[in-house]
């Protein structure tokens, strides 16, 4: 099985919930990259306990502007602010302590870290792995397959396949098209004007795709839905902002990215740790923590 760690979720985690007070000697910000760092070695550390055959690998985002959704969509992700130039020196920090943890990691400028975390998955489903997904992001739940597993670490749940459509509101292979009806507002994805998350789950689970939806638009009237008479109509109206909408929430599952063979994880580099740990002003509880990950 692969591990596979959605890490700005919880580099956003820690940067908001822990004081921005907690400083390197520099006096710059470092409380991002602590609490990322709390949060991957624990991760780490109960792996090797548990399952230490288990390959796991990490997916940055690069860039909130460059993506191949904003060459489809400029709007795509307008609505957010840029980070701040010392978040942005914390995502740098977080990169390189992955690295030193042993554990591969990747990012790239045109494709986002949902879109690794998909090829990875891919690639691996290809030889029979199934994959631990590691994230808060609903959107990643599109990937899950028998045997694969959504797992949110904030919360301590754990997501089979078959828990999806309960969960986010439609089964993972349908989850585009849920989205194409329904939008993202956090993504600035438009979706259908007037169509909320419940209408667009008994869509989508009555017709499966979008495909399916327009080739039996005058059956959506007959359906119990509030509103039903008019969805059509509706549905016709915005026709094109569904189809583009359900591409801008397609994870990518065949980017370009040269992976190793074996993601296993490596030995922690204990001495470049200490070194990076100094420069933040990080204390002993961390220091201890990788070396109980050393074999």
Known sequence: MIHLIDASVFVFRAWFSIPPEMTA?????????YGYARFIADYLEDLRKRSPADEMAVAF??????????????EYKANRELPPPDLEQQFEHCRALTGLLGLAHYAHARYEADDIIGTLVSRRREVG??????????DLAQL????????????????????????????????????GLVGDKVDNIPGVPGIGAKTAGALVGEFGTLEEIFERLPEVATLPIRGAGKLGARLEEHRDAAFLSRKLATIATDMPLT????????????EGLDGLFDRLGFGEALRRQVRRIAP
């Open 61 to 74: 985002d690069e860039s909130l502007t460059t993506s191949y959704r904003n060459d489809i969509y400029p």
């Open 144 to 179: 899950l397959r028998a045997d694969d597993l959504f797992f949110n670490p904030i919360d301590r749940k754990r997501f089979g396949y078959g828990e999806i459509a309960g969960r986010f509101g439609a089964q993972p292979e349908h989850m585009p098209d849920y989205q």
């Open 25 to 33: 000697p520099d006096g710059t910000p470092v409380n991002a990259v």
């Open 129 to 138: 792995q199934a994959s631990v997904i590691v994230s808060r992001d609903k």
């Open 259 to 270: 992976i190793a063979e074996d993601l296993t994880p490596v030995p922690p580099d204990i």
